[in-house]
Each structure stands twice: as structure tokens, then as C-alpha cells.
């Protein structure tokens, strides 16, 4: 069946790992505090709060409670929805203002290019929140991408090692399975998207092989036309 669509998971697929972990994750969790203190008013900001509230099991925890709860979900790396659009806020401060530029690699910004050109749909799916994905492609090194994108999805469609979070997707975008790629670095993603009918593609770009999945190091590798 020939590839309609193409779904991409971010963190080493289309970027670096270490962007993520070694640039904006320390961003957010030194920012996090202060930037809570100064927005906790704000409607976007305090509907988040209300989350972790609730998440946590403390209605009642104050505001600098609320922060030792981010803290402690940050240390234990934790994928909860409400911290991941924290971060997102702060990590749109730090784009806007020129101190974080987002990692896309460069066969991925040719590919994805070349993809749209040819009249692919392209979509992402991450565990980052979607306005963080906007801002990694926006911002990125290599300029604005996002024109590039139909969609993007976050935790909220589903945890990416379940097959049901892609069929969500699948029903979102208004494709059937077997005419979407979907591609990550990861082979749990990669074996629920395969059971919820997706082709799929490996990156290892360090070398190796995904059991059970084509495998590639480089988006150049990748003809969607020949899968």
C-alpha cells in the first residue's frame, strides 16, 4: 500500500537526544521556578497548576508546593502532561528570546523538505508537549519548518508504546494505517504502530538494528515510495 502520510517522533529521530536532554531540560528546570512565581495568575499557566494538583493527589498545595512537585517529576523524568506544557511556556521565552535555537539534523530538514515537495502529509508525534515540537521546528537552526507540517500530536492522543495512541492518530489525520510511516528511534513505538497497521522505519544513528523494523542511520536512507 503506498505511503500517503508519514508520522515522525522527534527526540533522536529528526534531533539529537542530547538537544533535549542536555539543553532544554536544564533550561526549564532552572527557569521553571521563577517563571511560575511570575505566571501563576496567567489562565494558561494556573490551568496547568490545577493539573499537577490534581495529578499529584494535593488540591489544596499552594504554589511553591506546586513547584517541589515539578521539581520532583523533573528528577524522576516523568512524561505527565501538565509539566510538559510548563515547559513548553518556558522554553517559548527562551526561543523568543534567541537563547535556545531548536536541532533538527540536517538529512532530516532535506528529507522532510523533499517529502513535502512530493506532496507527502507529514505529521509529528512526541512526548514533548505539541507547543514544544512547534517551537523546535520554528526555531530551529535551520529556520521556520513548521510550514513543512500537517499536524502534530503530544501525550495527549496516547502513550507512544500503545497501539491505541496511533490508531487515534490514524483516525485524526483521516489516512488508513497501512498508508502511514511512522518513524523512531525507539522499537516499542515502533512495534505499537506496527500493531495498529503503520509501516514502519527504524533510526539508529549510532548504527544497529530495531528488531522487527527496517532500520536506517540517516533520513537519506529513507525512500517512502520504495516501502
Not at 548504527?207 to 536506517?216: E, I, M, Y
Request: proline letters at 5%; one cysteine or more; a negative charge.
Amino acid at each position: 500500500m503506498p505511503i500517503k502520510a508519514i508520522l515522525t517522533d522527534i527526540e533522536g529521530t529528526t534531533s539529537a537526544v542530547s538537544f533535549v536532554f542536555d539543553v532544554l531540560f536544564p533550561y526549564a528546570a532552572k527557569h521553571l521556578p521563577g517563571f511560575i512565581r511570575q505566571h501563576a495568575e496567567d489562565p494558561e499557566v494556573a490551568l496547568q497548576l490545577g493539573a499537577v494538583r490534581l495529578d499529584s493527589g494535593e488540591p489544596e498545595a499552594d504554589v511553591e508546593r506546586v513547584i517541589e512537585i515539578l521539581q520532583q517529576w523533573i528528577a524522576e523524568d516523568r512524561k505527565a502532561t501538565p509539566l510538559k506544557a510548563l515547559q513548553g511556556m518556558i522554553w517559548k521565552q527562551g526561543y523568543e528570546a534567541g537563547e535556545l535555537k531548536g536541532h533538527v539534523y540536517p538529512d532530516a530538514v532535506q528529507a522532510l523538505q523533499a517529502w513535502h515537495e512530493k506532496g507527502y502529509d507529514l505529521y509529528v508525534y512526541s512526548s514533548g508537549s505539541i507547543q514544544a515540537q512547534q517551537l523546535i521546528f520554528g526555531c530551529s537552526e535551520a529556520g521556520d519548518l513548521r510550514p513543512l507540517f500537517s499536524g502534530y500530536f503530544d501525550t495527549t492522543s496516547g502513550p507512544k508504546r500503545e497501539a491505541q495512541s496511533y490508531r487515534h492518530i490514524m483516525e485524526a489525520i483521516g489516512c488508513p494505517a497501512g498508508k502511514i510511516l511512522f518513524l523512531s528511534d525507539i522499537v516499542e513505538e515502533l512495534d505499537a504502530a506496527q500493531a495498529a497497521g503503520m509501516q514502519t522505519c527504524g533510526l539508529a544513528r549510532e548504527g544497529g538494528v530495531l528488531a522487527g523494523h527496517k532500520t536506517v542511520s540517516s533520513f537519506a536512507e529513507i525512500d517512502p515510495a520504495g516501502l
